[in-house]
C-alpha cells in the first residue's frame, strides 16, 4: 500500500486548510517544490498534488509551479484542481504526471468524463469528495444531492478504475478517518480507492491497512496535516505500510 503526502498549493505556497475553508488556512512553506523535495527524500514514491485556487475558481491557477515540481522530481505526482477542459489535462499529462484527478467535472459536464477516461485510460482518476453523505463540487464549496453510493456505481458504469475518497468533515481537523464512510465506500466498489481525510497517527494507519485486508481493494493513503505537524513521520508510515 503506498502512502503518498499532500502537497496543496495557494496562492504560489504550500498550505493546509481545514474542512477545504480558506478561512482556515496555514501556510507551510512558500516554497512547494522544495517541500516536494524533502518528501521525496523521506522516501514517497508518489506525491498528490492540489492547486486549490484552480480547485475554486475551476481552471488551473498554479500549473506553473506544479510544473516545477514535475521537472524537479524523480517520483511521479498526481494532481488535481480546476482540471475541466481537456487542453489543462494534456498538459500534465504530457509532462508526464502519473494521473489526474477530476471532481467537477465528472459531474458537472456531461460525457467529459467518459471522453477523458477512452482517450487517457488509468491516467484518469475521479476524486470523490463527500460531506454528511452526500457529494461536494467547486474546491467543496458547495455541497450536490447526489448520494455517495448511486455515484460510484456510475463511475463504475463510466470506466473509472481508481477514486479517491475524502471525508471532507475529517479533513485538516486531525480527528482520524471517517472509518464507517470508508467501509460503505469499499463495501459497495470494487474501484481502486485511495483514502484521505484526516489520517492523523500511526493507528489510523494501522487501521486503513486491516480494512484493505479485509476489502481487498484499498491503493493508497493520503496524509497531509499530520506529516506538516510531525504527528506523524513519512519514513516510519511508509515503513509501516510496507512491513504488512
Request: positive net charge; aromatic residues 4%; proline residues 2%.
Amino acid at each position: 500500500m503506498q502512502i503518498i503526502p499532500a502537497i496543496d498549493v495557494r496562492k504560489g505556497k504550500c498550505v493546509r486548510l481545514i474542512q477545504g475553508d480558506v478561512r482556515d488556512e496555514t501556510v507551510y512553506s512558500k516554497e512547494p517544490v522544495e517541500m516536494a523535495k524533502l518528501w521525496q527524500v523521506k522516501g514517497a514514491r508518489l506525491i498528490h498534488v492540489v492547486d486549490l485556487d484552480g480547485a475554486i475558481t475551476g481552471s488551473p491557477k498554479n500549473m506553473e509551479i506544479i510544473m516545477k515540481i514535475v521537472k524537479a522530481l524523480k517520483v511521479k505526482i498526481e494532481v488535481g484542481g480546476g482540471l475541466r477542459e481537456e487542453e489543462d489535462i494534456k498538459k500534465y499529462i504530457k509532462a508526464d504526471v502519473k494521473r489526474v484527478i477530476l471532481s467537477t467535472s465528472a459531474i458537472a459536464q456531461d460525457g467529459f468524463l467518459e471522453s477523458m477516461i477512452e482517450k487517457y485510460k488509468d491516467k484518469v482518476v475521479v476524486g470523490v469528495d463527500a460531506k454528511d453523505g452526500y457529494i461536494a463540487v467547486k474546491g467543496w464549496k458547495d455541497v450536490t444531492e447526489i448520494k455517495i453510493i448511486p455515484f460510484l456505481k456510475e463511475l463504475e458504469k463510466k470506466g473509472v478504475k481508481t477514486i479517491i475518497y475524502t471525508d471532507i468533515n475529517r479533513d485538516g481537523v486531525l480527528k482520524g478517518p471517517n472509518i464507517k464512510g470508508i467501509i460503505k465506500v469499499l463495501k459497495h466498489t470494487r474501484m481502486r480507492v485511495i483514502v484521505s481525510g484526516g489520517i492523523t497517527n500511526t493507528k489510523n494507519i494501522e487501521k486503513v491497512i486491516e480494512l484493505d485486508k479485509k476489502y481487498g481493494n484499498i491503493e493508497g493513503i493520503i496524509i497531509g496535516k499530520a506529516l506538516y505537524t510531525g504527528d506523524i513521520d513519512l519514513k516510519d508510515a511508509i515503513k509501516l505500510a510496507k512491513d504488512v
